[in-house]
Structure formats: structure tokens, C-alpha cells
């Protein structure tokens, strides 16, 4: 079974620039999460989705972050414009539908902001 | 919300000896408890998880223990390896909006001396 697909795994961008991520869940799986990693810190939840509705965007900086599942399937998660304070490893998990507790994690993407 | 501590932040061992990882959670509605590995540069991995009907649960060299009184559960490796170096990370969950919502203490990096 294929785990969580993640793209791209490493990201170089300039401050000011717009930049997006993209993630795969397992497949059958209808809960997705994309979490953000700071360096030394354990992942923090960005938000969650039951197929394409987003239940829990409440720590998602919504005036420059923005993320979309339309099919329920892969979600993309956008940052517009980047900050210095953005850099860090973006991860998206899944779970196979929301009664289920455990989540597996993708690779993750590793954003730096110059 | 809820609010996982996790200490050591750093734990040396020489190899064959014990570790134990410990952490306490805030939210006395938590009834998930798991633990992810995390190897620099790759994707957080579930090594053991607990809910909140056992106090205890092993897996070979790996256990992890739970006191729902207090509100704290702890990680246990005996036997110790090299390739238990990593990050260790405990998280804590519960439901909200209808799906599993996880929250993670900072870290531990385990450092296993041959």
C-alpha cells in the first residue's frame, strides 16, 4: 500500500513569493490534516478535512494561507506572499475517515524562505 | 485546548541500557495516546500507540504506559540499539468537529552511544 505522496519535498523561495504544496493521502483515506514543523518543535495543526470540507481551520493563518480539497482526494496548501517566519516542514497526514484516532504521516516538504 | 508536555528534551543512552520518554497532557477527554519516531529528514512513524481503556502495552523492546489519573504515560525501550537514535514525539488526542484532533509535545532526541 502507498504511503502519503508528497510534493515538492524541498522548496527555495524568496521572500514576498507565493508557493504551494501538494499532498496525496492514502488511498480510501477521507480525513487529511497538513501540520507545520519548526525546527526542534513537534508538528502543529494547520487544518483538517473530512473529504472536502474543512472542519478545523481554526489555526490556519487565513490572510495569507489558503488550502483546498475539492475532490476529497489530494489537498494543495498555498502560502501568499512567504514570510521569513514561514520556513519550516509542511506535512500532511491522513486517517481513514474521522471515527479513526491514527494518522500516518507523509514525507513532508521543506520550506525556506530567503 | 489541550497541552502536551514532553521531558527529556535530550536523552543520551549507551546501548543495552533502558529509556524512558514522559509526558503529561492537560485534557482529562484525551483517550488516544501515540508515539511517533522521527529520523532527521523523514516522516514521523507510529511506533506504539495506547487508548484509554489500558493502563499498558508492549511491543517487543518498546512499551508505553498510561495513568489516566495523573495524566501522564510514558514510553519505556529496553535493550537499546543504534538505530533507536531519533526523535521521539507523544501526542495526545481527542475528538473535535467529529474527527480526531492531535497534539503534540516538542520532542525528545534519543541518542543511543555504541
Known amino acids: 500500500e502507498a504511503g502519503v505522496v508528497q510534493s515538492p519535498r524541498y522548496k527555495i523561495i524568496e521572500k514576498k513569493q507565493p508557493v504551494a504544496f501538494w499532498c496525496n493521502p492514502i488511498?480510501?483515506?477521507?480525513?487529511l490534516y497538513w501540520y507545520r514543523q519548526n525546527l526542534g518543535q513537534g508538528p502543529e495543526l494547520l487544518i483538517r478535512?473530512?473529504?472536502?470540507?474543512?472542519?478545523?481551520d481554526s489555526q490556519l493563518p487565513k490572510d495569507r494561507f489558503s488550502a483546498e480539497r475539492l475532490k476529497g482526494v489530494d489537498s494543495t496548501l498555498k502560502i501568499q506572499p512567504a514570510e521569513l517566519g514561514d520556513s519550516a516542514v509542511y506535512l500532511c497526514?491522513?486517517?481513514?475517515?474521522?471515527?479513526?484516532?491514527?494518522?500516518?504521516f507523509g514525507p513532508g516538504t521543506r520550506l525556506t524562505v530567503l | 485546548g489541550e497541552n502536551v508536555e514532553q521531558h527529556p528534551s535530550t536523552l543520551s543512552v549507551q546501548e543495552g541500557d533502558s529509556a524512558v520518554i514522559k509526558c503529561t497532557y492537560s485534557?482529562?477527554?484525551?483517550?488516544?495516546f501515540p508515539w511517533y519516531k522521527q529520523e532527521l529528514g523523514k516522516r514521523p512513524q507510529l511506533i506504539i500507540d495506547i487508548r484509554s481503556n489500558v493502563g499498558e502495552k508492549k511491543d517487543q523492546r518498546i512499551a508505553v504506559t498510561l495513568n489516566k489519573t495523573a495524566k501522564h504515560f510514558s514510553l519505556h525501550i529496553t535493550e537499546t540499539q543504534p538505530e533507536d537514535s531519533a526523535v521521539y514525539f507523544c501526542?495526545?488526542?481527542?475528538?473535535?468537529?467529529?474527527?480526531?484532533?492531535?497534539?503534540f509535545g516538542k520532542g525528545t532526541k534519543l541518542s543511543v552511544i555504541p
Open positions: 501526542a495526545a488526542s481527542s475528538i473535535g468537529a467529529g474527527s480526531y484532533q492531535l497534539t
Open positions: 497526514a491522513s486517517s481513514p475517515h474521522r471515527g479513526s484516532d491514527t494518522q500516518y
Open positions: 488511498s480510501g483515506h477521507n480525513t
Open positions: 478535512y473530512e473529504n472536502e470540507e474543512a472542519v478545523d
Open positions: 485534557d482529562s477527554a484525551s483517550n488516544y
